[in-house]
């Protein structure tokens, strides 16, 4: 009996991770639709790649990706046979680079300060910055183990043009994991020489959730996949085997009741664990969001569950319990007049959606902004315009706001905005006809809190013969947290691994291996 006929999988979570699993199964592994099960315990499919909304509520993204062209290479090996939902011709990937061939990147204006823009054309690195630096890409990851940023560098370092463009591109902190920080370097090398124009970032033609998210359930569900939303995994039984170990059995809380899968011999269970989204509140214009906890939610929960007895599936308590350490607050905002998107146009010298962040190096908070280009949700009506951006340090006291920003509205947040801008004349329009809802993520960078070799589980632990974790804290040697290229390739290694393919998971880009690009950083580095 063909196994692909009859054996089921089963995944715990709709994010990107599990969506992409779905898809491989379909496509590589021959597991049919119908027999592919995905369990969410939101009513929403995507995961942290979220959007929606309307003009007349505002819009809301918790968050918002760039891409780039050498490094994402799984991401757009999933995106090559999904077809498009505005065009089934088309794969998400051709028209996503055929958007970037029309509305190109590159930022005239990527730090401000005291109401103008900064010259980057320097990275500000002393001579001891570039020893720290090349230091650190030396060290192995063993040698840095648990050691922070700030512990392989002096403080001038934290104040660089360098420092200011890199931590607010990836949403590094000073206390976040060296062994991060240097795959990042290592990873994006090839962006260290544009890091000041970003024009090396790819977008997608709308917000994530409906240029990627969409179309990927779409083609889900007309392979008959099955969504059972409003459903929270809570533990996983398992039955030992010599040597090895498998997942018999799911428990999971639908409508209040209690419920169990039975897992067969031959089926599969892939787990999303952790989440950074968990335990986001939303405010409003005239309400601050909450600061919430890892019990908002069953991610982590399901997590330590089963992780309580088994040390192979890693400590989720090193990344759950540090809010402080991993906290940051996004705000989106909904323009019912030109004048925002006007204003900044002139201020900036970039067209919507050709910039990149723009980042006030002074504002306490630590406020970036993204104009994107326009429409940027599917549906959105002409006259109205949607940005996004963030605050890296929400625990602090405005400039122009005498609050920290968590305990901020969202008119307020827009006053901070507005002051380090200096829109002032315009502020009473604009407070008038914009929207701007706040977010708070207690766990966004939590993935980038120091850990040791053993707090992320491999994609498929040790001895295990049908569960594989997938998502943002599996461990996938030389790839980088925070991004969705590391999800979809979790969910590569995991169906590839389990299904025992003859197939090789998307080859990383090792741009350190690339003289061009090395000689450019050398001389980025220099300036």
């Known amino acids: 009996m063909d196994d692909s006929k009859s054996r089921k999988a089963y995944l715990v979570g709709a994010g990107i991770a599990s969506l992409a699993s779905a898809a491989y199964l379909i496509r590589d592994g021959g597991i049919s639709g119908k027999?592919?099960?995905?369990?969410?315990?939101?009513?929403?499919?995507?995961?942290?790649?979220?959007?929606?909304?309307?003009?007349?509520?505002?819009?809301?993204?918790r968050g918002g990706r760039m891409f780039d062209e050498e490094a994402y290479t799984c991401?757009?090996?999933?995106?090559?046979?999904?077809?498009?939902?505005?065009?089934?011709?088309?794969?998400?990937?051709?028209?996503?680079?055929?958007?970037?061939?029309?509305?190109?990147?590159?930022?005239?204006?990527?730090?401000?300060?005291?109401?103008?823009?900064?010259?980057?054309?320097?990275?500000?690195?002393?001579?001891?910055?570039?020893?720290?630096?090349?230091?650190?890409?030396?060290?192995?990851?063993?040698?840095?183990?648990?050691?922070?940023?700030?512990?392989?560098?002096?403080?001038?370092?934290?104040?660089?043009?360098?420092?200011?463009?890199?931590?607010?591109?990836?949403?590094?902190?000073?206390w976040h994991s060296a062994v991060e920080f240097k795959r990042?370097?290592?990873?994006?090398?090839?962006?260290?020489?544009?890091?000041?124009t970003l024009a090396g970032v790819r977008r997608t033609p709308y917000n994530q959730y409906d240029s990627i998210i969409a179309p990927v359930v779409s083609w889900l569900k007309e392979q008959g996949v099955n969504f059972n939303m409003n459903c929270r995994v809570t533990d996983l039984n398992f039955k030992p085997r010599e040597n090895e170990q498998a997942v018999e059995r799911l428990v999971f809380m639908q409508g209040g009741k209690r419920?169990?899968?039975?897992?067969?011999?031959?089926?599969?269970?892939?787990?999303?664990?952790?989440?950074?989204?968990?335990?986001?509140?939303?405010?409003?214009?005239?309400?601050?969001?909450?600061?919430?906890?890892?019990?908002?939610?069953?991610?982590?929960?399901?997590?330590e569950n089963i992780s309580n007895n088994n040390p192979e599936f890693g400590h989720p308590e090193v990344f759950d319990d540090h809010i402080s350490q991993?906290?940051?607050?996004?705000?989106?905002?909904?323009?019912?007049?030109?004048?925002?998107?006007?204003?900044?146009?002139?201020?900036?010298?970039?067209?919507?959606?050709?910039?990149?962040?723009?980042t006030f190096k002074d504002s306490s908070w630590l406020i970036s902004l993204v104009i994107p280009y326009q429409p940027h949700f599917?549906?959105?009506?002409?006259?109205?315009?949607?940005?996004?951006?963030?605050?890296?340090?929400?625990?602090?006291?405005?400039?122009?706001?005498?609050?920290?920003?968590?305990?901020?509205?969202?008119?307020?947040?827009?006053?901070?905005v507005f002051g380090h801008l200096r829109f002032m004349n315009d502020k009473d329009v604009l407070l008038k006809t914009s929207i701007c809802i706040p977010c708070i993520l207690p766990f966004i960078t939590s993935q980038f809190l120091v850990r040791g070799k053993t707090d992320r589980p491999a994609v498929v632990p040790k001895g295990s013969v049908n569960l594989a974790f997938i998502g943002q804290y599996c461990e996938i040697p030389e790839d980088v947290v925070f991004t969705v290229e590391y999800s979809i390739r979790s969910a590569q290694m995991a169906v590839f691994s389990l299904l025992k393919l003859d197939k090789e998971v998307s080859p990383l880009y090792k741009g350190q291996h690339d003289l061009t690009v090395l000689f450019n950083s050398v001389k980025t580095m220099l300036t």
């Open 378 to 416: 599917i549906g959105q009506p002409a006259g109205v315009q949607v940005c996004w951006g963030y605050g890296l340090f929400p625990d602090r006291t405005g400039n122009y706001v005498q609050k920290k920003m968590l305990e901020c509205n969202g008119e307020e947040i827009l006053r901070e």
């Open 35 to 61: 027999n592919i099960h995905i369990l969410e315990e939101s009513a929403q499919t995507g995961g942290s790649m979220d959007a929606h909304g309307s003009p007349e509520e505002g819009y809301t993204m």
């Open 184 to 196: 990042y370097l290592l990873r994006f090398i090839q962006e260290f020489p544009r890091i000041n």
């Open 326 to 358: 991993s906290l940051w607050e996004s705000f989106t905002i909904t323009f019912h007049d030109p004048t925002f998107f006007r204003l900044m146009e002139k201020f900036t010298g970039n067209e919507a959606g050709t910039g990149g962040l723009v």
């Open 75 to 174: 991401t757009y090996d999933l995106l090559s046979f999904i077809p498009q939902a505005e065009n089934s011709i088309k794969s998400v990937k051709e028209g996503m680079f055929e958007f970037n061939d029309r509305v190109k990147s590159h930022s005239n204006c990527r730090l401000v300060e005291n109401g103008e823009k900064v010259d980057v054309s320097s990275m500000g690195f002393s001579t001891r910055d570039r020893l720290d630096l090349v230091r650190i890409l030396l060290l192995s990851e063993d040698s840095l183990g648990i050691s922070r940023i700030e512990d392989h560098f002096e403080p001038s370092f934290f104040t660089t043009n360098f420092w200011f463009m890199w931590c607010t591109t990836f949403a590094f902190q000073p």
């Open 259 to 303: 419920g169990t899968i039975e897992i067969a011999k031959d089926d599969l269970v892939f787990v999303t664990i952790g989440s950074m989204t968990e335990g986001s509140s939303f405010g409003s214009m005239r309400v601050a969001p909450k600061l919430e906890s890892k019990k908002n939610g069953g991610a982590w929960t399901l997590w």
